[in-house]
């Protein structure tokens, strides 16, 4: 890891020694991603070091009600299929972070609208508190993998055909977007334009499956996106913020591996359910030049939609070895078994430090228009 140190000016456990730095977690939230945003907050509890940080844990139920939760990771964690959930009764209900008293930093672990999605990220730009991750734009960007992939194509990186379709074009004109989905080769798949988790993602093989799977993912958006299937292997890429104004960092890639006759794609069901016949392989077995590829398109990405902190790059490694970005998560999945801590972990950075690393990432970024 770099070795750059935050401004002292920023750092509270710099101007007063003896202090820990307090950190807010916020997670659960309004989307379709609460659970897995409770899970990401379990493993982040169990992690970090609680001798130079003081943790301040603050659930969003799924009505939009905080709540300052009790630390105990247990009762976020997803044990038994069963998925957790913030309520009322997680803890005692807050107006916000004012409530909480002085916070030095805050880590925002939502995912998905409501959190992932710049809405959190300008509160705390306005309330002029350091948090960790992306800021407003590029989360904002990120999480709508249609501005994303404009983005990135803007920037010249090599993403795959899709088509856009909003509310009124399916309401009003649906003739016409079955037209322009059948203008891309079958499969396709078809998702909420701003989820994640795999939320609402249908695989699609004929038209004839077309309508319910666009309607499978109005449920969660009324934005769609449909991609054109790319035949190749998935392959990720964790990214981290350069310390003291240096460049982004690339992880070793990973592979995720979903056996044949389990799951039609990596599913929701497969990512945190039925992991039985899934492999996550990190590194992953890659010719060296298509690991660095993979590297090098993953900084681009972070920077084209000006990355800050922490994201995940989601490419297709096709067989004639080109590598398609499919798409960037500005704040992925981060319990101890996900991808992203994993990459890093093969990289030679822990669970632990990763924690460490995007905390002093933060400290050491300013507020406000940078």
């Known amino acids: 890891m770099a070795d750059a140190s935050p401004d002292p000016a920023r750092d509270p456990a710099r101007s007063t020694p003896h202090r820990k730095i307090r950190v807010a977690l916020l997670f659960g939230g309004r989307s379709g991603e609460h659970s897995i945003s409770s899970a990401t907050a379990a493993g982040v509890l169990k992690a970090i070091d609680r001798e130079k940080y003081e943790v301040v844990p603050i659930g969003i139920t799924?009505?939009?009600?905080?709540?300052?939760?009790?630390?105990?990771?247990?009762?976020?964690?997803?044990?038994?299929?069963?998925?957790?959930?913030?309520t009322s009764a997680s803890g005692r209900s807050v107006a916000g972070l004012g409530e909480v008293g002085d916070v030095d930093v805050v880590f925002p672990l939502l995912h998905g609208p409501y959190g992932e999605d710049g809405t959190v990220q300008g509160l705390l730009e306005l309330a002029d508190l350091p948090y960790v991750g992306c800021g407003v734009l590029a989360s904002a960007v990120g999480m709508d993998k249609h501005y994303m992939k404009l983005v990135l194509a803007g920037h010249g990186l090599p993403v795959g055909p899709y088509v856009v379709v909003g509310p009124r074009d399916w309401e009003q004109r649906p003739s016409e977007v079955v037209a322009r989905v059948q203008e891309l080769r079958f499969p396709v798949f078809v998702k909420p334009a701003r989820a994640g988790s795999s939320l609402g993602v249908t695989r699609v093989d004929?038209?004839?499956?077309?309508?319910?799977?666009?309607?499978?993912?109005?449920?969660?958006?009324?934005?769609?996106?449909?991609?054109?299937?790319?035949?190749?292997?998935?392959?990720?890429?964790?990214?981290?913020?350069?310390?003291?104004?240096?460049?982004a960092r690339a992880s070793v890639p990973g592979e995720i591996v979903v056996q044949t006759g389990s799951h039609e794609f990596y599913d929701f069901d497969a990512k945190y359910l039925d992991e039985g016949p899934v492999r996550l392989e990190a590194p992953a077995d890659l010719p060296a030049e298509i690991s660095e590829r993979v590297r090098e398109l993953a900084v681009r990405a972070f920077e084209a939609i000006g990355g800050e902190g922490i994201s995940r790059v989601d490419v297709f490694v096709t067989p004639d070895g080109e590598v398609v970005v499919n798409e960037i998560n500005t704040m992925p999945g981060f319990t101890p078994v996900s991808m992203y801590p994993r990459m890093w972990q093969a990289s030679g950075v822990s669970y632990p430090e990763l924690i460490d690393e995007l905390i002093q990432l933060a400290l050491e970024r300013p507020t406000g228009l940078r």
């Open 206 to 247: 004929d038209v004839s499956g077309l309508a319910d799977a666009i309607e499978e993912a109005r449920f969660h958006d009324p934005k769609v996106l449909v991609e054109q299937g790319i035949e190749g292997r998935e392959i990720e890429c964790a990214v981290l913020g350069g310390r003291g104004g240096g460049p």
């Open 62 to 86: 799924r009505a939009g009600q905080w709540v300052l939760a009790a630390g105990d990771s247990a009762r976020f964690e997803i044990a038994g299929g069963n998925l957790p959930e913030v």
